[in-house]
């Protein structure tokens, strides 16, 4: 269902991508890990389309993202929901009109439907009774909870969530990809993940990529990585500081 192929991007000269190739089938779900800094954000942002490739393509249903007009690019993107790191819910909305922005921005409903589908989103993440209230007036956890919502309200064929759990207490933390976890069950939507719960995302997921410097240095499913020998994997999946620090000098040293 979506595909990147051969994915160079470059900000000022300082490369971030540097050919990135990977598939997920329709249904099927796809973790990316990896170390801060080495472009998983801008990875999702290239396969949601809010970012142009420098070289190479996304194919969703094996039409090229490039190919497409803005006006055939944002229908596409309907068809997408958004995750993003922190939830990025507008602060001055409740968090029903959080959850029905979508809905009014995109579709020609009637106030009524968009109460339905909102109130429906909303109890589908446990925060039916929470629809008048702030984000700041809610915790970290009813904020990613909402920003789920708002997501799945469009009944999206393809979410990409951008590390949905980060800042949560552990025990939160697994709720939300429990929470996630069950929403693919029943949705069956195409699902990519950039987290750091390792091992637990692995429970949730069929596929997972390693991004470093740029390319994914592992892909394969959860247990080929659990077994995989491969220096970077290994550091990874032990949550090695050295490995797991930011990288600050970008660019390839080998
Ligand atoms: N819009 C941008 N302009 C310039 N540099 C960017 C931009 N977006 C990301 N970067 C740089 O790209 C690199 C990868 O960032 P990011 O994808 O956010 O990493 P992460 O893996 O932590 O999500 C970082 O060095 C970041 O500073
Ligand atoms: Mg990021």
């Given amino acids: 269902m979506i595909q990147a192929v051969g994915l160079h991007k470059a900000f000022e000269g300082v490369p971030v991508l540097r050919g990135v190739s990977f598939e997920v089938p329709r249904g099927h779900f796809m973790a990316l890990v990896g170390r ?3 472009g998983k954000s801008v990875l999702l942002r290239h396969l949601a389309g809010m970012l ?3 070289r190479g393509r996304v194919c969703i249903d094996g039409q090229d993202l490039a190919s497409l007009g803005a006006h055939e690019l944002r229908r596409l993107r309907r068809r997408f929901g958004f995750v993003f790191q922190g939830g990025a819910l507008f602060d001055s909305m409740t968090v029903y009109d959080n959850v029905a922005f979508p809905l009014r921005e995109c579709m020609r409903l009637e106030e009524e439907d968009v109460s339905r589908r909102a109130s429906e989103a909303l109890a589908r993440v446990g925060l039916a009774g929470a629809e008048g209230k702030l984000p700041a007036q809610i915790s970290g956890g009813m904020v990613k909870r909402a920003a ?4 799945l309200v469009l009944e999206p064929e393809l ?3 951008d590390e949905p759990t980060t800042g949560l207490d552990p025990i939160t933390a697994h709720a939300i990809l429990e929470l996630i976890a069950q929403c693919h069950r029943n949705l069956r939507f195409t699902g990519i993940i950039v987290s750091h719960q390792i091992p637990r995302i ?13 390319r994914l240095r592992f892909v394969g499913t959860p247990d080929d990585m659990l077994a995989s ?5 290994v ?12 990288r600050r000098t970008p660019g390839p040293r080998r």
């Avoid at 429970?203 to 390693?210: D, K, Q, R, T």
């Avoid at 550091?235 to 930011?246: F, K």
Wanted: charged fraction near 30%; glycine fraction near 10%; hydrophobic fraction near 45%.
């Fill in 36 to 38: 801060s800094g080495h």
């Fill in 52 to 54: 142009r490739p420098d």
């Fill in 148 to 151: 789920l919502a708002r997501a």
């Fill in 159 to 161: 979410i990409f969530f």
């Fill in 202 to 214: 692995f429970e949730i997921v069929e596929h997972v990529g390693l991004l470093h410097d740029g």
């Fill in 229 to 233: 020998d491969d220096e970077v994997v």
């Fill in 235 to 246: 550091a990874m999946l032990r949550g090695d500081d050295a490995q797991m620090e930011p």
